[in-house]
Every structure is written in structure tokens, then in C-alpha cells.
């Protein structure tokens, strides 16, 4: 073997020494692996504690604010559906709803878990119709 030879396996095993301690750093072994980041839990709020009709907001970003705060629907649980419809709006406040309709559960709407995880740059604002009773939780977060 030549002194050169001896240099490029040298060469060789350092960079394969320093691959193998990088993909173990990128890795991340000692972080709890789970489907939520810490501080990213979703809040909760249900349609029973909200007032019995109109708009309700629930997320609403500040107009003319610089830093925009952006909501994320996480999902809608029907517990109980109802007789009239659910909307659920990407909005600022309470009179910006005719902007963006974002989902609409029509009435009678089968029971069970509607995940979004979907972004809502303006806000989030619950329309609660009158004569709305049924039992539905929606999950969201600021981000």
C-alpha cells in the first residue's frame, strides 16, 4: 500500500464516520415522537357554548394589523347534528363573513370527525343559524 492510498482511505472513513454521526443528529432521537408538536395542541370550543344564533368569532385576525395572525381549522366532531346548516367562514370579524365561505355541514350531517387542518389566512368565524341544536365541537389553533 502507498502512502497515498492510505490517505484517501483515511480520507474515506472520516467523511463515512462524520455521515454517520450527521444522520444521527438529523434524526432527532431524543425528541418525543407524536402527531402533535409541543405548543402546536388545537383549542377546542362546542356549539352548545356558543350564543344561540348569528356569528360567532372564533378566531378573528385584527384588521390592518402587519403581522397577520393565521388560524388553522383543525376539524369539526358532529356529536349531534341538526336541522339547519353550519358555516364556517375565513374571515377578520363578525361583518366580514361575506368575504370567504370556507365549509358549509348541511343539515342532518352524519355524525362523526371532519378533519381540515387546513389554513384560514383571515380568521375563523362560526355561522350559527337560528334554530340550530345540534352538538358539534370544532377544534382550531393560532399559529
Known amino acids: 500500500m502507498t502512502y497515498k492510498n492510505t490517505i484517501n482511505i483515511s ?26 408538536m409541543p405548543a402546536g395542541e388545537y383549542m377546542a370550543t ?9 356569528h360567532i368569532p372564533v378566531i378573528a385576525n385584527v384588521s390592518g394589523n402587519s403581522n397577520p395572525l ?3 381549522l383543525g376539524s369539526i366532531i358532529v356529536a349531534s347534528s341538526s336541522a339547519t346548516t353550519i ?5 377578520t370579524s363578525t361583518t366580514d363573513i361575506a368575504s370567504t365561505s370556507f365549509v358549509t355541514l ?21 355561522v350559527k343559524p ?7 365541537v370544532i377544534t382550531y389553533r393560532r399559529q
Not at 46 to 54: D, E, I, L, R, S
Not at 106 to 126: H, I, N, P, Q, W
Not at 130 to 136: E, L, R, V
Open 87 to 91: 358555516t364556517i367562514w375565513n374571515a
Open 11 to 36: 480520507i474515506v472513513a472520516i467523511f463515512l464516520v462524520v455521515l454517520g454521526v450527521f444522520s444521527i443528529i438529523w434524526q432527532r432521537p431524543w425528541q418525543v415522537i407524536g402527531s402533535v
Open 106 to 126: 348541511k343539515a342532518s350531517v352524519a355524525e362523526g370527525t371532519y378533519t381540515f387542518d387546513a389554513e384560514l389566512s383571515r380568521g375563523l368565524v362560526v
Open 46 to 54: 362546542t356549539t352548545t357554548g356558543m350564543a344561540t344564533a348569528g
Open 130 to 136: 337560528t334554530g340550530f341544536n345540534g352538538n358539534y
Open 70 to 72: 393565521i388560524s388553522t
